[in-house]
């Protein structure tokens, strides 16, 4: 069992909110997390049970009625109506920490879902493993980033470690399994959602085409999302399209990532990036093997830049409230793959490339971008690179090694 960086968030969050939901992709281990923080004073039920999922239909209030001690409700999508009964019974007792709730969908999207449980609860978002939990180290790097910390890590971590460890990603049960096994595991992984939790939020008519569409998003990972070239390899109307597209969201299969568009500069682009919610779900769907990732700049790169994406994001998440994640893009084909504002306004531009030799011509969108866009901001640049070692370019741009993100 890994240590898991959300688990003093919903600790704090328990001792000032009413009803504390940590939502994530399927096994990504909420459970695991949730059953970690019991103890004698908690009380777990999990909805995947069909006879308590039974009691939770037939009679809501009765299944939330608490015994003075705090309720932990595993897989709480699946039986909606227990948010109102969950809003009525905190409305009148408001004391904190009533109720730990996790969800394999974003409840807002949810159709039956009519009452909000605004003020009353604080939403954690938990993702598959991240490097710095698996090597049990702390979320420092932003921290560290931002005040310009940044050191040649003790271990290297060169191309075909990130491909390896890119390539394997984050489900707990899925790294226990050999490489072929991984692939199946992936595989059958998906059916299940798509059979399952799909139908939680969604009726969805064309299985097929939906099957389809995951795997067209696992290739267009790390690209700019544009639903006709998405819907030109499927034979779906736009409209149905956009609705699949968010189903898949809800599911945390895949993430948005927005626009940085905090400026008067009128040629910023408004497209969202899609990226995939574990690089390794993403590989096994796309059937790569790691030679021919190894020997392709396209796979190489777009594997890379996923990965770098489901780590950042877990980094993120861990400090919540304190840092946004978005992306940079003008109409100049200015682009910089990440950038994460501080809430004191402070940036960090980041871009991830797949080589180890890093020349000033890689810093050169974020330069533009620090002198024209940003001159009176706190902006610090990096290039993530698969080489050795961590040195500054001057004015506040740095190589950095991937390893420094959990070492």
Avoid at 289 to 313: C, M, P
Wanted: hydrophobic share 40%.
């Amino acid at each position: 069992m890994y240590p898991r960086w959300q688990k003093k968030l919903v600790l704090e969050a328990m001792k000032t909110r009413r009803v504390v939901l940590l939502s994530g992709i399927r096994q990504c281990g909420k459970t695991t997390l949730a059953r970690d923080l019991m103890d004698n004073e908690m009380e777990y039920r999990t909805l995947d049970d069909v006879g308590l999922r039974k009691a939770a239909e037939n009679d809501p209030q009765a299944f939330v009625k608490r015994i003075d001690r705090p309720l932990i409700i595993d897989e709480v999508q699946r039986v909606p109506d227990l948010l109102l009964a969950i809003k009525m019974a905190v409305d009148e007792d408001t004391r904190p920490g009533q109720y730990l709730l996790t969800g394999s969908t974003n409840i807002q999207s949810i159709p039956s879902v009519r009452e909000s449980l605004a003020g009353r609860i604080t939403k954690l978002r938990l993702r598959p493993l991240s490097q710095g939990e698996l090597h049990e180290i702390s979320h420092t790097f932003l921290k560290r980033a931002f005040r310009q910390e940044l050191k040649t890590p003790e271990q290297h971590y060169d191309r075909d470690a990130l491909i390896d460890a890119a390539s394997v990603g984050g489900f707990p049960e899925a790294r226990l399994l050999e490489d072929h096994a991984q692939r199946g595991w992936h595989k059958d992984y998906i059916e299940s959602i798509l059979d399952r939790d799909l139908q939680d939020i969604t009726k969805i008519r064309d299985q097929d085409a939906m099957r389809e569409l995951v795997n067209v998003t696992a290739a267009w990972s790390s690209k700019f999302i544009n639903l006709n070239a998405i819907g030109s390899h499927l034979s779906i109307r736009s409209a149905t399209l956009r609705s699949y597209l968010n189903a898949l969201e809800a599911l945390y299969i895949i993430d948005r990532v927005r626009p940085w568009t905090k400026t008067d500069y009128d040629r910023v682009g408004k497209a969202d990036k899609l990226f995939f919610a574990d690089s390794g779900l993403m590989f096994s769907l796309l059937d790569w093997h790691k030679d021919q990732v190894r020997f392709d700049s396209y796979r190489l790169g777009k594997l890379i830049e996923t990965f770098a994406y489901n780590e950042l994001s877990a980094h993120v998440d861990a400090d919540r409230d304190q840092y946004t994640l978005k992306h940079y893009r003008d109409r100049q084909q200015r682009e910089i793959d990440f950038m994460i504002e501080r809430n004191d306004g402070a940036l960090l531009m980041i871009e991830v490339k797949a080589g180890s030799n890093i020349a000033n011509k890689d810093f050169k969108h974020m330069r533009w971008f620090k002198e024209n866009i940003a001159p009176d901001r706190s902006c610090v640049g990096l290039v993530l690179h698969t080489g050795k070692h961590a040195a500054s370019f001057g004015d506040d741009m740095w190589m950095v090694p991937f390893g420094a993100l959990w070492t």
